[in-house]
């Protein structure tokens, strides 16, 4: 059963005390909010994450940076429950995603790298159906659309249709969208690929007010090097699949040399020059999404 229909079913509000005490057993036993466990996805021939294990704290920014084709996105759906691993497995939120998939969903929200918002929707519209997908009580509806636009300055558009929107505003759309049901992990894949600087700059002040004021842990991918230096408390590099470096920005400069940029260590852990954008496949599918949003 997928994400939507298990919350339009309205199950998850039909445990909500067992909930509470198997998240307090959960979080007692795992101090992490995700944890990989050797996690591996093949596709075919291609390894494409690769016996992969590393820790995101609780209440984290957390940034994944990588070469174009090292494996993010894919981890990424593993830890959202959106594709099975081939091989290990992990703990996201304390719940095992192969084996409690559902109670993963509960606890997560996720924003994709390609745009997913109804351009034939208004803003409000696209928040409703979010809301009736998390499974929000009917009562409750309005005022946590209403929470989720002003939170993210989305009110005096919110009657817009959203092909009408710019990059900026829509991205800042699907933030709210995902944020609705009060996910404790967010996963965003590239949240402010192609957005301005003033724009960027927006959507990072409202990933720190996410968690400040939700104790939300953020864990996202970004090929901006600056928006990870200056956003993220912790970065791990990802080569070929694998976690190759991890720490602090501070510390993953300075243990290159007094003057390193975090565009150095990128280049030293992964050989790679850092990507201008997606790769074909994804330029293709982000042009389908723009002609899709008009
Ligand atoms: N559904 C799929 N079928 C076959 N191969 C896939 C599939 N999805 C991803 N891959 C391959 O797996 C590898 C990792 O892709 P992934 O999208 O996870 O990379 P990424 O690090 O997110 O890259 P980018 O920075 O370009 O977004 C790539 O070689 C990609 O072509
Ligand atoms: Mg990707």
Aim: proline fraction near 4%.
């Amino acid at each position: 059963m997928g994400v939507a229909q298990e919350v339009a079913n309205g199950k998850m509000d039909q445990h909500s005390n067992s909930i509470r005490v198997q998240e307090t057993e959960a979080l007692q036993a795992t101090p992490a909010a995700i944890e990989t466990r050797s996690l591996t996805r093949r596709f075919e021939s291609l390894v494409a994450v690769n016996h992969l294990s590393f820790s995101c704290p609780h209440g984290a920014i957390f940034g994944l940076l990588g070469p174009n084709g090292a494996g993010k996105s894919t981890l990424i759906k593993m830890l959202t429950t959106l594709l099975p691993p081939s091989e290990g497995t992990a703990l996201v939120a304390g719940f095992d995603i192969v084996r409690q998939p559902r109670e993963v969903r509960r606890r997560i929200g996720y924003v994709s790298q390609m745009l997913s918002a109804d351009g034939d929707l208004t803003g409000r519209e696209n928040l409703l159906i979010s809301a009736k997908l998390y499974g929000i009580p009917r009562s409750e509806r309005a005022a946590r659309i209403a929470e989720a636009l002003d939170f993210m300055n989305l009110g005096s558009v919110a009657g817009k249709l959203v092909k009408q929107y710019s990059g900026g505003m829509i991205r800042k759309l699907e933030i709210a969208q995902s944020m609705l049901h009060r996910p404790s992990i967010l996963f965003l894949d590239e949240p402010t690929v192609g957005l301005d600087p003033f724009a960027k700059q927006a959507v990072w002040q409202h990933i720190r007010d996410l968690r400040r004021e939700f104790q939300t842990t953020l864990l996202m991918t970004t090929h901006d090097m600056q928006e990870a230096d200056e956003l993220c408390e912790t970065i791990a590099f990802m080569h070929q699949g694998a976690v190759v470096r991890t720490g602090s920005p501070a510390e993953l400069k300075a243990a290159l040399g007094p003057a390193a940029t975090l565009g150095d260590v990128f280049i030293d852990c992964t050989g790679a020059a850092i990507a201008e954008g997606g790769d074909l496949r994804d330029v293709a599918r982000a042009r389908v999404t723009s002609k899709r949003l008009g």
